[in-house]
């Protein structure tokens, strides 16, 4: 059975930095996601199987998607937080390996009970 644990949500000031880290238990195709209330869900980083790797247009050039293979760990470093990132944020894992890591949420089957991290202005 497949375990993804979130840890290191929290509560920055806008320009803050939080690195959110998903413990699991085997990798495939990995990606973060994350809702806000009264919004749908986002997918906003993807990594695959050579290290490639997909950003939403929101966070690129501020979030950086990760993982140590030994530790089977995948990160999430968010860098220059804006209000609007806040929300729950999950990891998520494919059935399977992929090249370019899809951004849509259907493609993954596995999930995390989710971190939340809230900016402030």
């Known amino acids: 059975q497949v375990q993804l644990v979130e840890s290191g949500g929290g509560s920055v000031q806008a320009g803050g930095s939080l690195r959110l880290s998903c413990a699991a238990s085997?990798?495939?195709?990995m990606g973060w996601f994350r809702q806000a209330p009264g919004k749908e869900r986002e997918g906003v980083a993807g990594?695959?199987?050579?290290?490639?790797?997909r950003y939403a247009d929101s966070v690129t050039g501020r979030f950086t998607i990760s993982r140590d293979n030994a530790k089977t760990t995948l990160y999430l470093q968010m860098n220059s937080l804006k209000p609007e990132d806040t929300g729950m944020y999950y990891c998520?894992?494919?059935?399977?390996?992929?090249?370019?890591?899809?951004?849509?949420?259907?493609?993954?089957?596995?999930w995390g009970q989710g971190t939340q991290v809230t900016v402030s202005s």
């Open positions: 085997g990798f495939y195709c």
């Open positions: 998520a894992r494919a059935p399977g390996w992929c090249l370019k890591p899809p951004l849509d949420g259907n493609f993954y089957n596995s």
């Open positions: 990594i695959g199987r050579e290290g490639e790797t």
